[in-house]
């Protein structure tokens, strides 16, 4: 079966810190895509960066910024300058393979939390 | 502004009840889907639909029933409540198949969720 591996449950971090959050996958497509998405407390759960396997460069949003390492199957979610509002629970998420009809894969998640 | 609607937000009911928890999408996208998620957990695909008249059971066994009478609409049912159900049911949408493969997977849209407690 096809799989999305977090492998940290829990993190914190200091408000103006950065952290990663790591993330392995499998899959035996050429081409796919991978995403984090953001759940805060109680509120609704959004997207928060999206790459595509075929682009070497990894994908930037503000503060958000991944490591994409494709040979390896790993895609790590960097949080720069954290900020209190970055407290959620964060989910990696990949469409693996082109015959399911594209649904995502969600890793268990890791809840995050960022400390003042 | 959300473009996916889940109603109610919250809703305690005992058991035996019949409920629909509702969801609707104004984005016109083919595929719909429901999770099932414990406050802080992992995410359970329990129905997911590709397009009008097209509903799948997902990886975790359910009781409740979908439908997909309507592009935008995508309705759960549960025809007798009980205190397992205790969840929250989150509903999302995505572009079909063939959009996506010609334009690229975006990944889904989730509503706000409904918090379902049955006593």
């Known amino acids: 079966a096809q799989t999305v591996t977090q492998s940290q449950p829990e993190m914190s971090v200091q408000e103006a810190e950065t952290v990663t959050l790591s993330c392995t996958y499998d899959t035996s497509e050429s081409n796919y895509y991978l995403f984090w998405y953001k759940q805060p407390p109680s509120r609704q759960m959004i997207l928060v960066i999206r790459q595509e396997a075929y682009k070497q460069q990894n994908a930037t949003e503000n503060r958000f910024s991944v490591n994409f390492q494709k040979a390896a199957k790993s895609f790590s979610l960097k949080i720069s300058d954290s900020q209190l509002g970055d407290t959620a629970m964060y989910f990696c998420?990949?469409?693996?393979?082109?015959?399911?009809?594209?649904?995502?894969?969600f890793g268990k998640g890791t809840k995050l939390s960022v400390k003042p | 502004e959300a473009d996916i609607y889940q109603t109610p937000r919250y809703l305690v009911i005992g058991t035996g009840k019949k409920i629909t928890l509702e969801c609707s999408q104004t984005?016109?996208?083919?595929?719909m889907y429901w999770y099932q998620q414990d406050p802080g957990m992992e995410l359970h695909l329990i129905h997911y639909s590709y397009g009008v008249n097209s509903t799948e059971k997902g990886d975790l066994s359910s009781e409740s029933t979908v439908s997909r009478i309507r592009t935008e609409h995508f309705p759960l049912t549960l025809e007798s409540a009980r205190p397992s159900h205790t969840s929250q049911y989150l509903c999302a949408s995505s572009v079909g198949i063939g959009a996506a493969l010609v334009g690229g997977h975006y990944g889904y849209t989730f509503g706000s969720g409904t918090r379902l407690t049955v006593v």
């Open positions: 984005m016109g996208h083919d595929k």
């Open positions: 998420a990949s469409n693996p393979k082109r015959g399911s009809q594209g649904n995502l894969i």
